[in-house]
């Protein structure tokens, strides 16, 4: 790698209580004249992290950071929560649309049906002929 290049840093996560203090760290620095590059250099990690972690812990404590963590993985389980509710919501739908009972059928025959609607002539108590042919 020649001169004027990126500088490669080891990747490596860091505990919110290491990012405070190596902001602060670059703090001081700063202060004393140094440059974000020569601050990051000497802090082992890029400028991009550097200024990301600026951007997002900027003024916070240790304590702030620690509960800033915890709330956002008692959000992801709570997303997950929601979501989970929504699958059971729609499985439920699907179901209730399959369970919905169709149209009532006849219990009856055809025949039962005709003569029960049928009128009945008046001096025999026979039902009146429908025209068709039995």
Known sequence: MGEGGPIQVKRRRH???QIIRKLREAERMVAE???????????????????RWRNQYGGMKAD????????ERENVTLKRIVADKELEN???KEVAKRAT????R???????ASAA????????????????DR
């Open 15 to 17: 505990t919110p209580e």
């Open 33 to 51: 004249g140094k440059t974000t590059a020569e601050v990051a250099k000497a802090l082992e990690i890029s400028e991009n992290s550097l200024h």
């Open 64 to 71: 702030d950071v620690k509960r800033l963590k915890e709330l």
């Open 90 to 92: 729609v499985a439920l």
């Open 101 to 104: 009972p169709r149209s009532p």
């Open 106 to 112: 006849p219990t009856g025959s055809l025949r039962e």
């Open 117 to 132: 609607d049928a009128t009945v002539r008046p001096d025999t108590d026979q039902p009146l002929s429908s025209g068709v």
